[in-house]
């Protein structure tokens, strides 16, 4: 589960994160801010997170200005040390409000509600209106130089982390860094599309040329544009490779 946090006080986001890490270990922060001009800019460039951990008083205004500006298409649970502001909140899209100082089990609580929440809407959403709620990357925004551009999905032919770096290398075999580590955009793009063959590389189907047996199991996959080493799949994810190239991608 991604979580962007908004929240002002750097003590209180040090204690929501220690507090995370502990009642749900698998969760990132994927992103933190302390208002709502840093919220913003965040949510302009990056997919939206599956929870905002919204502090209702931020550095230069309120949480309910951000929700107005941001419209985030997201769950939100409020945080606040004045409990006047709960009844105002629940009438957001919040599903709970957190006094602070916050407490591991409200916390677990919350998380807990939210999770039972998305349980239910599963199970009555028909499969061809869950399959369209998820909101795959388009487009990146790319630096190079002083230059800013777009790069659309599309035109990537795979990405790879390099020197603890992460690049997009496209068709025409130019590599652009990107602001996201493999892990991260494993949910950003479609996996009809995408895949993760090992730690270095997740590539675009087309952008496969050629493949061969390398063990009993794994596979050597040889890319367009050409990389110096073809890369290998490795063994944990090799029976899931050769589903998704038979088109059963989960």
Not at 55 to 72: M, N, Q, T
Request: proline share 5%; net charge neutral; glycine share 2%.
């Amino acid at each position: 589960m991604n979580i962007f946090v908004a929240e002002d006080e750097m003590p209180a986001f040090k204690r929501l994160s220690k507090l995370l890490a502990e009642v749900a270990p698998t969760a990132v922060i994927a992103g933190h801010a302390d208002s709502i001009a840093q919220a913003k800019e965040w949510f302009e460039t990056h997919p939206r997170p599956d929870l905002l951990l919204l502090d209702i008083h931020l550095a230069d205004g309120s949480g309910f200005d951000l929700l107005r500006e941001i419209k985030p298409d997201c769950p939100v649970i409020f945080i606040t040390a004045y409990n006047e502001y709960a009844f105002d909140a629940f009438k957001t899209v919040s599903i709970d409000c957190l006094l602070k100082p916050l407490k591991k089990e409200e916390l677990a609580a919350a998380l807990g509600k939210l999770k039972q929440f998305q349980s239910i809407l599963t199970r009555t959403l028909p499969q061809e209106t869950q399959t369209l709620a998820q909101d795959y990357k388009k487009r990146f925004l790319v630096r190079f130089g002083e230059h800013i551009k777009t790069l659309s999905v599309t035109d990537i032919a795979y990405f790879y982390s390099e020197n603890k770096a992460t690049f997009a290398r496209t068709y025409e075999a130019r590599n652009y860094p990107i602001d996201h580590n493999l892990d991260a955009l494993e949910r950003m793009l479609d996996p009809q599309d995408f895949f993760r063959i090992n730690r270095q590389y997740l590539i675009n189907m087309n952008a496969i040329e050629e493949m061969r047996s390398y063990t009993k199991a794994r596979v050597i996959v040889k890319l367009k544009p050409a990389v110096k080493e073809p890369p290998v799949v490795s063994s944990e994810r090799a029976a899931d490779f050769k589903d998704w190239l038979a088109g059963e991608y989960k």
